[in-house]
């Protein structure tokens, strides 16, 4: 049973576009959903996270919108960049109880 | 550079055979984790160990185990490996007062043969 279920697979944008990466979960006792940003050789690194106290967080270009009622988090990247090519994944997780439930990944490719 | 640690950075074994994925987690982190990465299941956590104690369990195979040590590097044995062990291994460390931050390095790929 997948926990929390990501789309696209994969997403191609121009460059100077936006992003737009989605996440569903289920388990509505999940109280903690980071991005991770992975590019190839490399391990994930935490990009942003969001708690379900709020409905949006901004870190520079980057966006996390959530909606608890529909259970759905999504990564809007705006003003995109060839060096934002990379694969993100979201994540969701209990906090208390920390094993990261992680979606199967979306491949981002900005194109100039 | 998260400050977590791995080594060796590539793998290639044979079938039947047993090896060690080492870890160093960040300078003052507790917790270690173990994440298996593969094309078709993605990232899936293995284990979890706090200061030396196992503190979760995943999806991990009976033939695979691992231990923290006392000054908090980690071990991640595989053993009996089949061609289907192929992947790359992660192990992430997170601080006490923020456990849910975890920062992962650079993994460890495992080929086996």
């Known amino acids: 049973q997948q926990q929390v279920k990501q789309s696209p697979q994969s997403l191609i944008v121009q460059k100077g576009g936006i992003s737009i990466i989605n996440c569903a979960y289920e388990?509505?006792?999940?109280?903690?959903f980071p991005w991770y940003q992975q590019f190839p050789g490399k391990g994930p690194a935490l990009l942003i996270a969001?708690?379900?106290?709020?409905s949006e967080k901004k870190e520079g270009r980057f966006t996390i919108s959530f909606n608890k009622s529909a259970k759905q988090f999504s990564l809007h990247i705006m003003d995109s960049q060839p060096g934002d090519s990379a694969t993100y994944f979201c994540?969701?997780?209990?906090?208390?109880?920390?094993?990261?439930?992680f979606g199967k990944g979306t491949r981002l490719s900005v194109i100039a | 550079d998260s400050g977590v640690t791995q080594t060796p950075k590539h793998l290639i074994t044979a079938t039947g055979q047993r090896v060690t994925l080492r870890c160093s987690p960040r300078?003052?982190?507790?917790?270690v984790y173990w994440y298996q990465q593969s094309l078709d299941q993605g990232l899936q956590f293995l284990i979890q160990?706090?200061?030396?104690?196992?503190?979760a369990k995943g999806n991990i195979l009976e033939r695979f185990s691992a231990q923290q040590f006392p000054d908090l590097h980690s071990e991640l044995n595989l053993s009996s490996l089949e061609l289907g062990d192929s992947a790359l291994y992660f192990c992430?460390?997170?601080?006490?007062?923020?456990?849910?931050?975890?920062?992962f390095g650079p993994g460890t790929r495992l080929t086996v043969t």
């Open positions: 969001i708690r379900p106290d709020v």
């Open positions: 388990n509505t006792a999940f109280d903690y």
């Open positions: 994540a969701a997780s209990i906090i208390g109880n920390t094993p990261l439930v």
């Open positions: 300078s003052g982190d507790l917790s």
């Open positions: 992430a460390s997170s601080v006490e007062q923020i456990p849910y931050e975890q920062y």
């Open positions: 160990y706090y200061n030396g104690e196992e503190r």
